[in-house]
């Protein structure tokens, strides 16, 4: 690589991400339709987690993230273009897909589109917000000699 001219090599980059992309979407395609069939079980994996982390070798992150983004392109088949283009990230499908019904769909994905991990977890937390944790707390009666009656108060982790 060493001899590839910058320009070479940025092309290069881009070729191989392209590729790169094209391979993971039939990746995805492909443990959907295992995962639909229930091929795993076949052999002997209890689950399409298990075959993919003790079958195909691949860690337990890329396993969620492929059998959540496959999954959901079972429902939005558009997602698997998405991510072949580069606009959505396995983690993005991931996150969006308990999200995303017919009505919502086209508009959270358009604002998705190109967007970082975290920029998706602010989508997310923006289509359903989480009520404030409640503010409380505890009293804890500290352990000193008998008879004393000290008291503290701690709001919990």
């Known amino acids: 690589m060493q001899s590839l001219s910058d320009d070479a090599l940025l092309r290069r980059l881009t070729e191989l991400t392209q590729q790169s992309r094209r391979v993971e979407v039939d990746l995805v ?61 396995l983690s993005a499908i991931a996150r969006l897909a308990p999200h995303l019904t017919i009505a919502n769909r086209d508009a959270v994905l358009q604002r998705a589109t190109h967007r970082s991990k975290r920029q998706i977890e ?20 500290a352990r000193t000699r008998p008879g004393a009656s000290v008291r503290r108060w701690c709001a919990p982790c």
Not at 36 to 56: D, I, N
């Open 29 to 89: 395609a492909h443990i959907a339709e295992v995962d639909a069939r229930r091929l795993y079980a076949r052999e002997a994996a209890p689950s399409m987690f298990v075959y993919c982390t003790e079958r195909l070798y691949l860690s337990e992150a890329e396993a969620y993230l492929r059998i959540a983004a496959a999954r959901a392109s079972r429902e939005q088949p558009g997602l698997l273009a998405m991510l072949g283009d580069g606009r959505l990230h």
């Open 122 to 141: 602010e989508l997310v937390a923006e289509l359903s917000p989480r009520p404030d944790a409640p503010a409380w707390r505890t009293r804890a009666r």
